[in-house]
């Protein structure tokens, strides 16, 4: 496995994650088509002014087209204050096998080797049993329940934390 930035031939991997009722079920449903190679565009934008990282999960290094999902650290504001906040997809035949985990994870070590991230934030749906898992997993703490927007719907998610830098063992 390894993690590549987006690019913009990845436009099909994101409406397949983004697109499908059954990817976007614990994100209250799927996002509309049109919209989505703007939505790369940006991501290639931000990825390449390295405010965001946008990764891509590959299976294997020799297919680096071959994606499996993403994983993205992005800043933003909470509640008035600038947290940094990590979310993942992995599509559904590389489910179960580690991939989103594994990818959560070596986003998590290149943001402590980093160093300017601070705490990560993930906020995976109350509903989400395998995301919670990862960041149970992985050392997060759990901090509590809470609604939070998510294109333009309200999800409730459990809010986890982690200090790469202090909680990555």
Same mark, same amino acid.
């Given at each position: 496995?390894?993690?590549r ?24 449903g ?32 020799a297919r680096?087209?071959?994606? +499996? @999902?993403? &994983?993205?650290?992005?800043? $933003?504001?909470?509640?008035?204050? #600038? *947290? ?48 919670n ?8 703490r759990?901090l509590?329940?809470q609604?939070?927007?998510? +294109? @333009?719907? &309200?999800?409730?998610?459990? $809010?986890?934390?982690?200090d790469? #830098? *202090?909680d990555?063992?």
């Amino acid at each position: 496995m390894l993690l590549r930035d987006v690019e913009h031939g990845d436009v099909e991997a994101y409406v397949r994650m983004r697109c499908d009722p059954v990817m976007m079920a614990e994100l209250g449903g799927p996002l509309p088509r049109q919209g989505m190679e703007a939505k790369v565009r940006r991501d290639v934008r931000r990825a390449a002014a390295d405010t965001d990282w946008t990764k891509m999960i590959v299976p294997h290094a020799a297919r680096p087209d071959l994606v +499996a @999902g993403t &994983v993205t650290l992005w800043p $933003h504001d909470e509640d008035g204050e #600038r *947290i940094s906040e990590i979310g993942w997809m992995v599509l559904p035949e590389y489910q179960g096998q580690g991939l989103g985990k594994q990818g959560v994870r070596t986003l998590l070590e290149l943001a402590r080797d980093d160093g300017r991230w601070g705490p990560i934030h993930a906020f995976p749906a109350t509903s989400n049993a395998p995301s919670n898992g990862t960041c149970r997993s992985l050392g997060f703490r759990l901090l509590g329940t809470q609604d939070i927007p998510f +294109a @333009g719907r &309200v999800l409730q998610a459990r $809010h986890w934390v982690i200090d790469p #830098r *202090i909680d990555l063992t």
